[in-house]
């Protein structure tokens, strides 16, 4: 087992993989409350619903832990389910069914794309720069969330955000697990992430502020009210409207995905020569999972950038999503126990991982401005357009058109002037 996860070679042990991968499965738990509400909004099974959530991301983690050796935890995209749900069926019309169906194939063309190599070849040419801008916009983006969670940073119709009230409950236990990991991550406390979660988690449930679970075991909802319905409405997709919503699909989670992948590896020191080892297989293992997700009756699935939680208390091999896999496994039984991870609880984790992802942007060239300009909108727009996805394409539009003006045209791979394009044509259209 050692061997085949490079233990030795990554400098890592089943203790440190073991407590990443049930950091990161903490960190991600609220998929499987949150993903049911958001999709059940469309006219779908909320109990399918979380058996299908936990299903995929059982099935996405094993896959990118055992193909590409990752620690990288897969389920449900937060941005995704929310398109599907508000954009695609209530604002668009479209039957869930059909909608559901055009996730499918947009995860099997994800897999042609990753069997071809072309997704793995797009992440290779983008430059170092911009890779390093990615994973530090991300790092802001996370800490926003944890922020936002933890009731710190609110909606201001006036100033459009602007902080929280400090003397909420909610806000006040956040505030607790925040210093509470701080305290053990400046002193060297291995796992302070993950113990100041739990701390927290105490906390909350003697104060009054987490409802202590009535029961720990549940009855596992059953999978059929959405198992195989893509199958049955594969005639239904063939319209402008359909396949719009199909690109959609492969826009964000192309890039969604290529942006997590980029962070954790970076973060995780995985990346060599500028390139992520084994980038091909971790991405057939994300199209795969979206698939899977699909037929199980859930929206598209991604590489989750909570991940780096997991990563920033030790994770490095893929042993850390098999453990990711086995608690969501766990996770189908004891569904009543899931309410006490509540947003609070992992606020301090995404604000801290956020810091720590952050420290990427050191190694950006802030002296060339042609860089400095595209890398910043990078960076910035993922925590104001609440989106990793328009970040990243904001950067490339802002590349090459820098390094055109520089007449450096020949120093951009050819694959960053066709991306530009799409994206403005993606921009002008969307």
Not at 72 to 92: E, H
Not at 229 to 253: K, N, R, S
Not at 291 to 316: H, L, Q
């Amino acid at each position: 087992m050692k061997t085949f996860f490079q233990f030795a070679e990554r400098e890592t042990t089943y203790r440190k993989e073991t407590l990443a991968g049930v950091t990161t499965f903490l960190s991600m738990a609220y998929i499987l409350v949150v993903n049911p509400i958001i999709l059940s909004q469309a006219g779908m099974d909320k109990g399918a619903l979380f058996t299908a959530t936990a299903l995929s991301a059982i099935v996405g983690s094993l896959l990118i832990g055992i193909l590409a050796n990752f620690p990288i935890g897969i389920a449900p995209s937060m941005g995704l389910n929310s398109f599907f749900t508000f954009s695609v069926c209530i604002g668009m019309g479209v039957q869930w069914e059909i909608a559901l169906t055009g996730v499918f194939v947009a995860g099997i063309i994800f897999m042609i794309l990753s069997v071809m190599k072309i997704r793995e070849k797009i992440i290779n040419v983008i430059p170092q720069d911009l890779k390093y801008a990615i994973a530090g916009g991300i790092g802001f983006f996370v800490a926003f969330i944890g922020f936002k969670n933890a009731g710190l940073v609110v909606a201001n119709p006036e100033t459009f955000v602007s902080i929280g009230n400090l003397s909420s409950p909610a806000t006040l236990l956040a505030v607790f697990g925040f210093v509470i990991t701080l305290m053990m991550l400046v002193r060297g406390i291995r796992g302070g992430i993950f113990y100041g979660m739990v701390a927290t988690t105490v906390l909350g449930m003697i104060t009054g502020k987490i409802d202590v679970p009535h029961s720990i075991i549940g009855k596992v909802p059953s999978l059929e009210p959405t198992f195989g319905v893509v199958f049955t409405h594969l005639g239904d997709i063939f319209t402008l409207e359909i396949m719009a919503v199909i690109f959609t699909f492969l826009f964000v989670a192309f890039f969604d995905t290529a942006g997590a992948l980029i962070a954790v590896a970076s973060q995780a020191g995985i990346m060599k020569d500028n390139k992520i080892p084994n980038a091909g297989r971790a991405l057939l293992a994300d199209s795969a999972s979206g698939v899977a997700g699909a037929i199980f009756g859930t929206s598209t699935t991604a590489s989750f950038v909570e991940s780096s939680a997991g990563v920033a208390v030790g994770g490095r091999t893929g042993f850390t999503s098999i453990v990711i896999a086995l608690c969501f496994s766990i996770a189908l039984f004891f569904s009543p126990i899931l309410s006490v991870i509540t947003p609070e609880v992992t606020a301090p984790a995404l604000i801290i991982v956020g810091a720590l992802m952050a420290t990427e942007v050191r190694h950006i060239n802030w002296s060339r401005l042609e860089i400095v300009i595209p890398t910043f909108v990078t960076i910035i727009m993922m925590p104001l357009t609440f989106s990793v996805a328009t970040g990243i394409a904001l950067g490339f539009i802002l590349y090459p058109l820098a390094m055109i003006s520089l007449k450096k045209w020949k120093d951009v791979h050819p694959i960053m002037y066709i991306l530009c394009a799409l994206f403005i044509v993606y921009f002008a259209f969307s």
